[in-house]
């Protein structure tokens, strides 16, 4: 890309956003303490029992003290401790009182008896909320059981879990096990710990193993425990990797693990490129190793977009000829397929995936000539159809999808002299094919985008050089740091608690390290490895977050195997 020398590389970003057992005497307590307004006032706000006790009660009183005989003066502290703090010490023995205090206060038991979960704790939860008829205690129980499955599934305790809820578990992709032959044994364990005749229930409970991903060893272990019960019948088929994901309704949550991989899309100054060997990066950043998987030979400046285990790539330049080439990257199959093409070739356009469906929106198809159009693929259908036409043409977005909508921000609206750029944001409705302009008082472009919890996260790109005292703030409480030097055209993407930046560019080099922060934290880090290119650096690459099934998973789909595909009850 020509550097023009009216705009500067962002330092920041910007954020949009969306927002001991206890004796059984009661002692009555006082609470001439909460005279204080502040504490009246944000008790009022969360409980509707102390908001009557200051309206009512407490002008009854002449505004001096308010006798609580209800309850424990050790309960009502710790509750109060939670509500100033969100702090609470939960034990076996607290947990019914305080279940029962936040009743008499008209509280939520699972705002704080959830939050507070432990492996420790969390079969007592599920007991008292079970007692209690709370749902909402209930689900999270049910929730930490889930993420935390491999680590509660071989406890004693496990056999208290009722049939529905064991059954919510272990049909649930979102478990966190990275074997299946675990949840193989919870059921065993579980069926062990009923006192009725357990033979047509076990065979009920096994139709939710995905045996298939059952590694050659635990096949073997499986055989095993079969001869010492004898009350399971085995159904075996030989299967290919595509096979054999079509039979395990897809993997567990604990088996991916996600990876940050860059597509070298770089721009066609570099002419080399075409005849180097063309390959992906993919960067592991538990262990910040780097491996190479297949890439796609002589693409520039094409756009990416990721859909869990699959990633898609779009448009872009091959040899000076704008693209209207789709292709489909599958973790599984560790290789490349082609889809449907675009209707309009285009190249540094937005594109996202939502719903099932991939959206391409504006880019170039000259390097002058911007594009307003706008169409969506349906990956059920394998058609494109479309969509409503931005308001404007558009380039070098930053994209991302939050709260159901596509957000492109920022970008450029043509070329003058020296770029123009967007001083706003675009918002698409999907569901009434419309689009919303949102002006903003600073331009910027080639920047990268991250959805957060409360909003999204804009970060680096090219702002005008006139606005160089820019802070890159929307709001104030968010509270992000500057990135350590500014860049523009860098890999930007949000992976597990963390956002990365990757490579980048500013008006003198390119570079190759790689930066990361999570929400909470006053500083960026630097990671020790770098993107590993024989360049000086890197910019205008592709770069996503894609969901990699871990090795042992992986290896499973690489070939054809004679598999265990169902167990049923002798």
């Known amino acids: 890309m020509e550097r023009q020398p009216g705009f500067i590389p962002s330092l920041t970003h910007l954020c949009l956003l969306a927002p001991s057992p206890l004796q059984p005497p009661i002692l009555p307590l006082l609470l001439d303490f909460l005279s204080f307004l502040p504490c009246r006032v944000l008790l009022a706000a969360i409980s509707p029992y102390f908001r009557d006790i200051f309206i009512n009660t407490w002008k009854e009183s002449g505004g001096k003290e308010v006798l609580l005989q209800e309850v424990s003066p050790f ?28 009743f008499l206060f008209l509280l939520s038991p699972s705002s704080f008896l959830g939050k507070n979960l432990s492996v420790q704790n969390c079969f007592e939860m599920y007991s008292l909320a079970r007692t209690h008829k709370s749902p909402a205690l209930l689900h999270a129980v049910i929730r930490f059981l889930t993420r935390k499955f491999s680590q ?9 879990l009722d049939l529905s809820t064991l059954i919510t578990l272990i049909s649930s992709s979102n478990l966190e096990v990275a074997s299946e032959i675990k949840v193989y044994r919870a059921v065993r364990l579980w069926v062990q710990g009923q006192s009725s005749k357990h033979g047509p229930l076990l065979g009920d409970l096994m139709r939710h193993v995905r045996f298939p991903l059952f590694s050659p ?16 019948r085995l159904e075996w088929k030989v299967l ?39 390959h992906m990066g993919c960067y592991d950043p538990q262990t910040e190793l780097w491996e190479k998987l297949p890439g796609l030979q002589s693409l520039t400046h094409a756009c990416c977009a990721t859909a869990g285990e699959k990633i898609y790539v779009s448009g872009g330049i091959c040899k000076n000829s704008y693209s209207t080439a789709v292709y489909e990257f599958s973790s599984f199959r560790n290789q490349w397929l082609q889809l449907a093409p675009m209707t309009v070739p285009r190249a540094a356009h937005g594109f996202l995936f939502h719903n099932q469906k991939l959206y391409a929106m504006g880019g170039w198809c000259q390097f002058q000539s911007f594009l307003n159009l706008a169409e969506a693929f349906d990956l059920a259908t394998g058609t494109w159809a479309t969509i409503a036409k931005l308001p404007f043409a558009l380039s070098h977005p ?16 043509g070329v003058s002299g020296q770029w123009l750029f967007h001083k706003g944001f675009l918002i698409y409705e999907t569901s009434s094919n419309t689009w919303t302009q949102v002006p903003l008082s600073t331009g910027f472009f080639a920047a990268g985008a991250v959805a957060g919890d409360r909003g999204i996260y804009v970060i680096g790109g090219y702002i005008e050089k006139k606005m160089r005292g820019w802070t890159g703030k929307i709001s104030s409480d968010i509270g992000m740091p500057k990135l350590p030097r500014g860049v523009a055209n860098a890999g930007v993407v949000s992976c597990g608690k963390r956002i990365y930046v990757l490579g980048g560019e500013d008006l003198t080099q390119r570079y190759k390290m790689i930066y990361y922060w999570e929400p909470g934290e006053p500083r960026w880090h630097r990671c020790t490895t770098e993107i590993p ?31 265990i595909v169902s167990a049923a009850s002798k």
């Open 75 to 102: 309960v009502v502290e710790n509750i109060l401790k939670y509500i100033y703090t969100e702090d609470i010490t939960l034990t076996p023995e607290l947990a019914p009182h305080l279940f029962a205090g936040a």
């Open 152 to 160: 509660v599934c071989e406890h004693e305790s496990f056999r208290q």
């Open 217 to 232: 060893e635990e096949q073997v272990e499986l055989q095993r425990d079969l001869e010492k019960w004898k009350d399971l």
């Open 240 to 278: 290919d990797g595509e096979e054999r994901f079509r039979h395990i309704k897809g993997l567990r949550q604990g088996m991916y693990k996600p990876h940050i991989l860059c597509i070298d899309t770089q721009m066609c100054e570099y002419q080399e490129l075409e005849s180097e060997e063309a």
């Open 398 to 413: 930053a994209s991302s999808v939050f709260q159901n909508k596509l957000y492109l921000l920022g970008g450029a609206t």
């Open 533 to 563: 290119t024989t360049r000086e650096g890197i910019s205008s690459f592709g770069c996503v977050t894609m969901m990699r099934p871990i090795p042992h998973i992986r290896q499973l789909f690489q070939g054809t195997a004679l598999v």
